[in-house]
């Protein structure tokens, strides 16, 4: 079963605005990662937070993680069309091997 | 950075027929390999962990006797679709955990370009 919740599952902007995706999970975990997947290809990783971390950036990505809310949200500043993709967050829990578990994703357009 | 394949990308068979995937992890050591699979929309759903040199661990509602694993290698798993049907049409992504000694994150996974399996 699914652990993560996205939020929202599908998302419009234009170039150049900022996009904002939130995730949430039920159940304590070791580290949380965002990954990108253009429409039927594979996964690519893009930072991975762990669970005494706050907050994280990496070029235009910025990602937050709240432990007490169970949450994390990743924004991607200055949209470009070639951002569009799913983006999926995926938490490995506390001494489970390192499974991941995906939320559903969110489907981001950027428009020219 | 650490990068895995598969093998074939794209694969169109009849129904009743096997179907094996590859895995590789082409610059580091994979101790851990899993296999996804992915339904159009849908997010990735965990089939089976493997382990290099033990049998797989299956995820609940998986037949493992459906869909054979083997890690034969650090660098390869495979998975077998025996028996396909048209339902078992999907996108199958594997990923690769690197090792404390395999270079790269060992909390990152590392993910395959996938392969869309069609069955007739």
């Known amino acids: 079963s699914q652990q993560g919740e996205e939020d929202p599952q599908a998302l419009s902007i234009q170039e150049g605005e900022n996009a904002t995706m939130n995730c949430s999970y039920k159940?304590?975990?070791?580290?949380l990662q965002w990954y990108r997947q253009n429409s039927g290809r594979g996964l690519v990783h893009l930072i991975l937070i762990r669970s005494n971390e706050r907050e994280k950036h990496s070029g235009r990505l910025r990602v937050t993680l709240d432990t007490s809310k169970k949450s994390s949200s990743l924004l991607i500043t200055a949209s470009r069309a070639a951002d569009t993709a799913s983006y999926f967050c995926?938490?490995?829990?506390?001494?489970?091997?390192?499974?991941?578990?995906f939320g559903g994703g969110t489907r981001l357009m950027v428009k020219p | 950075g650490a990068v895995v394949s598969q093998h074939p990308s794209r694969v169109i068979c009849k129904s009743g027929t096997s179907v094996k995937i590859e895995c590789r992890s082409l610059?580091?050591?994979?101790?851990?390999m899993f296999w996804y699979r992915q339904f159009p929309k849908q997010s990735l759903m965990l089939m089976a962990t493997s382990n290099e040199g033990s049998k797989a661990t299956y995820e609940q509602g998986v037949e493992k006797d459906k869909f054979l694993i083997n890690h034969a290698s650090l660098t390869l798993s495979t998975l077998t679709v025996t028996s396909a049907h048209p339902e078992d049409s999907s996108f199958y992504i594997c990923?690769?955990?690197?090792?404390?000694?395999?270079?790269?994150?060992?909390?990152?996974?590392?993910f395959g370009p996938g392969t869309r399996l069609t069955v007739l």
């Open positions: 610059d580091f050591q994979a101790t851990t």
């Open positions: 159940t304590s975990i070791n580290n």
């Open positions: 995926a938490t490995d829990k506390n001494n489970a091997g390192n499974m991941l578990t």
């Open positions: 990923s690769a955990r690197s090792g404390t000694s395999g270079g790269g994150d060992t909390d990152t996974q590392y």
